[in-house]
């Protein structure tokens, strides 16, 4: 099986010279061509999306962009459509997850798209979304217009499939003629979605581009950097430390660093009847693109003094990840992620020598592992692919000092909680770092308009023109029809 | 077995030209015997793999203990405080946390250092004038490479061999001076240190603009990589440069690889090619396995790298390393280290997260 990834309006595909990525996974091959562009093409298709997007969707009223989006967004829900079966069928093998995975996980995800979510969006960020097509009236007096990049460039990471899909709807919404360079572990829907964007309204298809360089390769990416107003970029710290370090200080960055996730459960959680299906949401939760998107759980601080203890609690969650082992296998490692987990899962075997509350359950050759510790621990990533620490305290009180020393790497957290409970500790969390709390089997699914990295979608991505009042008056005594 | 009978048994076996699958089975089983008897961490990781006495019938059932135990455990079979030598990994991963192995007696470690150096380094000499791009063992006394180069000095050096490594660095004017003689005598001359040594000499020599031919029959040791000590190079290129600094063939260039914790080292057949197959005595065996698995993986198929150490009868005789490999004929070909992959996504992985703690 042969792809083509990106989207290059403008640019006739025989002048592009293509790199092959070779993938392979649950026993099927498919070689993905890339497009490597020279300084000069990056160039005039920097030029022409900034032009075609400056004519043609700056023009556009915000509610037909969103009708736009939203058509699209049904044909990768549509189980029929030939996009969302190609997607379905090349992306378990470029990711490595699993069918089941794929298909579920693209269809919650995708689901946030939707016209109505995409108003979310809107209202989220905009009281007024109309500020994006012409001026409105400012609460402060005058008139405001909200105005999106020229050229924003996104910088995707990762194989979570459809990740790419956020900041690109956000650029879109706003306007911005839009440039995303994939990443080579997941180079696909990017492009695809470009070009179901690109039937549905084929000159606003010529107002975004889809492109590759190989991570980290300096002098494609500074041709890019150069080019845009406003960068979007996700990835490690140093990879976006030597990122930031290009981007011409004209220029607006706005980086999305690694993140960790955590659980906290409350006692009032633990009873009997409760704690069964709580742990098959945690499960799920840890299992949900193996661990690897920024909002997963790597680590569950359970209070004591429930009917369920924190240890039985330990062993049901273990139980239900060999579950869901079952029926969605962990994808296959590459040598340093198997390294990876083994070295973290004899660490904790090791400390279980020194003390004796720290338990690592299951067998070596599982495809899950969890530890249980009965002494409380700073918050610390796992192996992620379905590693877990989940670690007992006294009350969910201790955790907001466990996790602060994270403070630069937290984002989500999951609580099962009293709703008193959740806005106190809410609150403490929040004090930490925390910037999204929400329910346990929701954490790999923020909801539409969510504040990612507690940031705004839209807002951190425009520019405010504002009329002041002084202006209207002097013109008031300009006009024609002035005594 | 007491200690001083599997000392005995050590020696002798290192001592035998070879050794087949069932002698070294046999010798590994009693090996693993003792240390479960002796070593208590170790007998507890082997309980706790479901591993025993009773279970263990070949030595690939021995469990292998991975190298990061021997920064939390005392894998000891002896009390600790009765070692004759204790060697001490860099302490350069896990925060300046330091791997030991404990050695009650120097002897089977110098016996197998000594017979495999002589049988895959001296070629056949019984001394080589030698330069010692290392510290010796007075400055580093935790160091097992230092040790390794002090021991190779004595045993198999001539008597003008010497060290330039000093509290100061490399003494390069001293160095160049040996090598002008090296040059001029047209005896054979040897170059042994750290890998990150080399570079310096190397960008040393490109800065002053010196070249040499040293006599034929001349050869290079380098052992342990760049560990951000110098700049990176790749194989390739590191060995092109020292063939054409020094005028000793690629294939006449040795790359050992040993590790603290082990009593054994492996040795290429020169690096013409990169990556060379390594291989060692017949008191030692390799193993790739997955290493969340542990079980063995075929050959020609990535892996981590277990070896089976005799000589390493003290701590812990199998152990899993942190190197990537795979098994070919006649060895395997190490592939660099794994260090846990990062993130595939957007999640903060464990060493990112390190790196970012350490500062």
């Known amino acids: 099986m042969i792809e083509t990834a990106g989207h290059l309006p403008g640019l006739p595909a025989g002048e592009v010279a293509w790199r092959t990525l070779d993938f392979s996974a649950w026993g099927e091959r498919v070689q993905v061509r890339v497009p490597?562009?020279?300084?000069?093409?990056?160039?005039?298709?920097?030029?022409?999306?900034?032009?075609?997007?400056?004519?043609?969707?700056?023009?556009?009223?915000?509610?037909?962009?969103?009708?736009?989006?939203?058509?699209?967004?049904?044909?990768?829900?549509?189980?029929?459509?030939?996009?969302?079966?190609?997607?379905?069928?090349?992306l378990p093998i470029v990711t490595g997850y699993d069918r089941e995975s794929v298909r579920l996980g693209l269809s919650g995800y995708l689901r946030s798209f939707r016209a109505p979510q995409l108003q979310r969006f809107l209202a989220e960020d905009f009281a007024n979304p109309a500020v994006l097509d012409g001026f409105q009236p400012a609460m402060k007096g005058g008139f405001t217009r909200a105005q999106g990049p020229q050229l924003l460039l996104h910088i995707w990471a990762g194989n979570v499939p459809g990740l790419s899909l956020w900041s690109l709807i956000c650029g879109v919404l706003v306007k911005a003629g839009t440039v995303g360079k994939v990443a080579s572990a997941e180079p696909l829907l990017a492009g695809w979605f470009a070009q179901i964007l690109a039937e549905i309204d084929p000159q606003l298809g010529e107002c975004l581009a889809v492109v590759w360089?190989?991570?980290?390769?300096?002098?494609?990416?500074?041709?890019?950097?150069?080019?845009?107003?406003?960068?979007?970029?996700?990835?490690?710290?140093?990879?976006?430390?030597?990122?930031?370090?290009?981007?011409?200080?004209?220029?607006?960055?706005?980086?999305?660093?690694?993140?960790?996730?955590?659980?906290?459960?409350?006692?009032e959680a633990l009873d009997t009847r409760r704690a069964g299906p709580l742990a098959r949401l945690v499960a799920q939760d840890v299992a949900r693109w193996e661990q690897q998107g920024c909002y997963s759980p790597q680590m569950l601080f359970v209070a004591r003094g429930g009917a369920v203890s924190p240890r039985e609690f330990a062993e049901r969650v273990s139980q239900e990840l060999g579950a869901l082992s079952l029926r969605h296998p962990r994808r296959a490692l590459c040598v340093a992620e198997a390294a990876g987990v083994a070295a973290w899962r004899s660490r904790e075997e090791m400390r279980g020598f020194d003390e004796d509350g720290t338990v690592v359950l299951g067998e070596a050759g599982d495809g899950w592992s969890v530890v249980?510790?009965?002494?409380?621990?700073?918050?610390?990533?796992?192996?992620?692919?379905?590693?877990?620490?989940?670690?007992?305290?006294?009350?969910?009180?201790?955790?907001?000092?466990?996790?602060?020393?994270?403070?630069?790497?937290?984002?989500?957290?999951?609580?099962?909680?009293?709703?008193?409970?959740?806005?106190?500790?809410?609150?403490?969390?929040?004090?930490?770092?925390?910037?999204r709390i929400c329910g346990f089997g929701a954490m790999a699914?923020?909801?539409?308009?969510?504040?990612?990295?507690?940031?705004?979608?839209?807002?951190?991505?425009?520019?405010?023109?504002?009329?002041?009042?002084?202006?209207?008056?002097?013109?008031?005594?300009?006009a024609p029809y002035v005594d | 077995m007491t200690q001083s009978e599997i000392i005995e048994a050590l020696l002798a076996f290192i001592d035998q030209d070879d050794a087949s699958e069932a002698a070294f089975e046999r010798m590994a089983l009693a090996v693993f015997a003792y240390q479960f008897a002796h070593n208590a961490p170790y007998r507890r990781f082997a309980i706790q793999r479901g591993r025993t006495t009773?279970?263990?019938?070949?030595?690939?059932?021995?469990?292998?203990?991975?190298?990061?135990?021997?920064?939390?455990?005392?894998?000891?079979?002896?009390?600790?405080?009765?070692?004759e030598r204790i060697f001490m990994t860099s302490g350069t991963?896990?925060?300046?946390?330091?791997?030991?192995?404990?050695?009650?007696?120097?002897?089977?470690?110098?016996?197998?250092?000594?017979?495999?150096?002589?049988?895959?380094?001296?070629?056949?000499?019984?001394?080589i004038a030698m330069g010692i791009l290392f510290p010796d063992d007075v400055a580093m006394p935790n160091s097992s490479l230092a040790h390794y180069l002090a021991l190779a000095k004595q045993e198999c050096g001539t008597p003008d061999s010497e060290g330039f490594i000093g509290a100061d660095g490399l003494d390069l004017p001293r160095l160049i001076a040996a090598l002008e003689r090296a040059q001029e005598s047209g005896e054979p001359y040897a170059l042994l240190g750290a890998s990150f040594s080399f570079v310096h000499l190397l960008d040393a020599l490109a800065a002053q603009g010196r070249r040499f031919a040293l006599p034929e029959g001349s050869r290079i040791l380098?052992?342990?990589?760049?560990?951000?000590?110098?700049?990176?190079?790749?194989?390739?290129?590191?060995?092109?440069?020292?063939?054409?600094?020094?005028?000793?063939?690629?294939?006449?260039?040795?790359?050992?690889?040993?590790?603290?914790?082990?009593?054994?080292?492996?040795?290429?057949?020169?690096?013409?090619?990169?990556?060379?197959?390594?291989?060692?005595?017949?008191?030692?065996?390799?193993?790739?396995?997955?290493?969340?698995?542990?079980?063995?993986?075929?050959e020609g198929v990535t892996g981590v790298l277990v070896h089976h150490d005799l000589a390493h009868f003290n701590c812990a005789s199998a152990i899993l390393t942190e190197d990537a490999g795979v098994m070919v004929e006649g060895g395997f070909r190490l592939l660099g280290r794994v260090d846990g992959a990062d993130s595939k996504g957007c999640s903060v992985a464990v060493e990112e997260f390190l790196r970012a703690a350490r500062g």
């Open chain 1, 213 to 267: 360089w190989k991570g980290g390769d300096a002098e494609a990416e500074r041709a890019w950097l150069n080019q845009a107003d406003t960068i979007v970029a996700y990835g490690g710290n140093d990879a976006l430390a030597a990122i930031r370090e290009r981007v011409p200080v004209t220029a607006r960055f706005l980086p999305h660093g690694h993140r960790i996730g955590f659980g906290l459960i409350g006692a």
């Open chain 2, 93 to 127: 991963t896990q925060g300046g946390v330091r791997g030991k192995s404990h050695h009650p007696t120097m002897a089977v470690w110098s016996r197998s250092m000594l017979v495999n150096f002589r049988r895959r380094f001296m070629a056949g000499r019984e001394r």
């Open chain 2, 222 to 298: 380098d052992t342990g990589g760049f560990k951000g000590q110098s700049r990176e190079m790749t194989p390739d290129a590191f060995y092109d440069a020292l063939s054409a600094a020094l005028g000793v063939p690629r294939e006449a260039c040795i790359n050992m690889y040993g590790m603290t914790e082990l009593s054994t080292q492996f040795y290429d057949n020169g690096n013409a090619v990169c990556p060379p197959v390594k291989s060692g005595p017949h008191w030692i065996r390799s193993r790739v396995v997955d290493p969340v698995s542990g079980r063995d993986l075929p």
């Open chain 2, 54 to 83: 009773l279970t263990v019938r070949s030595w690939r059932d021995i469990p292998a203990v991975p190298i990061s135990a021997f920064k939390t455990l005392t894998l000891s079979c002896t009390p600790p405080e009765a070692a």
């Open chain 1, 36 to 90: 490597e562009l020279t300084a000069a093409q990056a160039g005039a298709l920097a030029g022409h999306v900034r032009e075609q997007a400056r004519t043609y969707l700056r023009t556009l009223p915000v509610a037909q962009i969103v009708a736009t989006l939203d058509a699209a967004i049904a044909r990768l829900l549509d189980r029929d459509d030939p996009w969302r079966r190609r997607a379905e069928a090349v």
């Open chain 1, 445 to 478: 699914a923020p909801e539409a308009g969510w504040h990612n990295d507690g940031r705004f979608n839209l807002l951190d991505l425009v520019r405010l023109t504002e009329i002041e009042q002084s202006a209207e008056r002097a013109a008031d005594d300009l």
């Open chain 1, 372 to 435: 249980f510790s009965d002494a409380a621990q700073p918050l610390a990533p796992s192996a992620l692919n379905r590693t877990l620490k989940i670690v007992a305290v006294d009350s969910l009180d201790a955790v907001p000092a466990l996790v602060s020393p994270s403070r630069a790497y937290l984002q989500t957290a999951a609580v099962a909680a009293s709703p008193r409970e959740l806005f106190r500790i809410a609150a403490l969390l929040g004090d930490a770092g925390v910037t």
